[in-house]
T-cell receptor, first 113, second 112 residues
Framework: DSGVTQTPKHLITATGQRVTLRCSPR?????VYWYQQSLDQGLQFLIQ???????AKGNILERFSAQQFPDLHSELNLSSLELGDSALYFC????????????FGPGTRLTVL | AQSVTQLGSHVSVSEGALVLLRCNYS??????LFWYVQYPNQGLQLLLK??????LVKGINGFEAEFKKSETSFHLTKPSAHMSDAAEYFC??????????FGTGTRLLVSP
């Protein structure tokens, strides 16, 4: 158990819909990262938050957005869903520094029908 | 920009045999390197990491990796494979702003 929790574990929805994925970081970790894992794209970085502020953006679509709240939990919002958005979405957390280990949650499996 | 190449999408070994998973990196700054393991339907678990200092890094479950700057490599090894080692292994390098840049993964198959 990494200490990072993600809900829900599975999500099945239809094209055009909007969903919210939730992540609670390990106690004491200030950084939260979101990654997408799909068969065609592999593991890709989406976005990072540090202590409530957006720090870095990766290959995140404009239809996707995220935020980190004062209690440091984070939410990833996916809207206007397409079939190609079906993937595993992982949240990870770390203390803050460049070499700090990122601890991964169990992931949310999103299926868009 | 940082990148990682993992040679071999699948590696098959017999139980008790040496495990060698290859990883080469590209980095414009001194690299921080990681190996993660993913078991079916689970998240990623850190096996080991190299940041600075000793180039031979020992991790969990008997795995180790050696950072070789001259070869830009960070290969993962284990002297004796166990059935429970069957999983997917990802090499990663820290890119800008601490994001992990992953390789495409190597699936390790262990036969009795």
């Amino acid at each position: 158990d990494s200490g990072v929790t993600q809900t829900p574990k599975h999500l099945i929805t239809a094209t055009g819909q909007r969903v919210t994925l939730r992540c609670s970081p390990r106690s004491g970790d200030l950084s939260v990262y979101w990654y997408q894992q799909s068969l065609d794209q592999g593991l890709q970085f989406l976005i990072q938050y540090y202590n409530g502020e957006e720090r870095a953006k990766g290959n995140i679509l404009e239809r996707f957005s995220a935020q980190q709240f004062p209690d440091l939990h984070s939410e990833l919002n996916l809207s206007s869903l397409e079939l190609g958005d079906s993937a595993l979405y992982f949240c990870a957390s770390s203390l803050s520094g460049r070499g700090d280990t990122q601890y991964f949650g169990p992931g949310t499996r999103l299926t868009v029908l | 920009a940082q990148s990682v190449t993992q040679l071999g999408s699948h590696v098959s070994v017999s139980e008790g045999a040496l495990v060698l998973l290859r990883c080469n990196y590209s980095s414009s700054v001194p690299p921080y390197l990681f190996w993660y393991v993913q078991y079916p339907n689970q998240g990623l678990q850190l096996l080991l990491k190299y940041t600075t200092g000793a180039t031979l890094v020992k991790g969990i479950n008997g795995f180790e990796a050696e950072f070789k700057k001259s070869e830009t490599s960070f290969h993962l090894t284990k002297p004796s494979a166990h059935m429970s080692d069957a999983a997917e292994y990802f090499c990663a390098v820290i890119g800008g702003f601490q994001k992990l840049v992953f390789g495409t993964g190597t699936r390790l198959l262990v036969s009795p």
